[in-house]
């Protein structure tokens, strides 16, 4: 299979992120060389642990925030509940008010878990373009292809791959570094006259790809039999990981129409993850494998902190650190944690008030009604005749609203 990327990648903004992480790389080779164990396998481990190790920050707030949520998502459901069907400005208004309020309360912000996530995108994809061409980014590596470059020469080996992307040395390393064992002796018998060179350094190759008895840069899917533990595995270690993950959100997912399209995603995205690692070199599947082996023991030991951690200190370190934001921008501290208390109890005054208002006007035109007709009516204290009465107060004041209503006309003409 051909690698997805060509040589080292040079983009503007994944490039430097790329060749920073290549470098970790070049320099685990390195020091597994220095031990006598080289080997791209051993590499590619290391490498997950140290990567995830400078991600562990970013985990652990996402964890906060999933954790905080767990306690807020109630509330923010009660609040679009409460506003489901009215659709007028106050009313979007009032419930973008008692949004903010809750989150405000809690120290977060709606954004809480997205800039941990925007922050790891771009190193996850640069991540990849490091295990799927490692030679580019670790010169040791690179150098025994180009012993077979130098031996063959790089034109003979353009017209031998016949590939209009292969253009130049590294487009050549590109597609060597996908070679199956039929590649290889196909290249040996064109090239007679550099078959030593050839299998010398492919013998390297070959012995450093190998982990488990598995060629890392082939594709499960092109050597079957025991390489298909590699897509298997890594199906089940994302399924777990997933499993460990959601955990601790699936009751605030309850009544949440996004809880079960959740459940779906997550029973779907190992299966895919297993279909994708068939076809993609061995290596890409151990590293999604060792991502997803380190990610669990991570979350076991995230969870069980967060099991025992304190609610409470957690939204206090959160209110502490928006103060603190404050600060810099000049505002003084807020007690964040009564604003939605106060929020709240301010909407529902002015409910209670426009509902005593309307009781006070019902109850106004019932005592006028009554003192208006009650001289010729002995039975006022009954519910038809205050009804009765009623109405013909409001018949008599319609008469004279139309009657004013005549005479302005009349005096307009």
Known sequence: MLNMFLTKYDGAFLGPIAKALGKIMEWLYSFFDMMGIANIGLCIIAFVIVVKLILLPFTIKQQKFT???????????????????????????????????????????????????????????????????IPAYVPQIKNLYMNIVNSVGESNLITFLDDEKVQSADSIIDKLTSFGPDNWNKLKETFAASSDVIIQNQDKIDSLNSFLGINLSQSPISMMGFALIIPIMSALAQWYSTKLMTSSQQTSMEGNPMGSSMKVMNMTMPIISGVICLTMPAGAGLYWIMGSVIQVIQQIAINAYFKKADINDIIKKNIEKKNKKRAKKGLPPQKVTNIAHVNAKNIESKVVEQKSKVKDNKEEQIKKSTEYYSKGNQNTGSIASKANMVKMYNEKNDKKNDKKNANKSNKKK
């Open 67 to 133: 954790k905080v949520s767990a306690i807020m998502n109630p509330e923010l459901q009660a609040v679009q509940k409460k506003y489901k069907d009215k659709k007028d400005q106050d009313s979007i208004m009032k419930m973008r008010e008692e949004t903010n309020a809750i989150y405000e309360k809690y120290g977060t912000s709606p954004t809480g878990s997205c800039l941990p996530m925007l922050i790891q995108m771009p190193i996850l994809f640069a991540l990849y373009r490091v295990i799927l061409n």
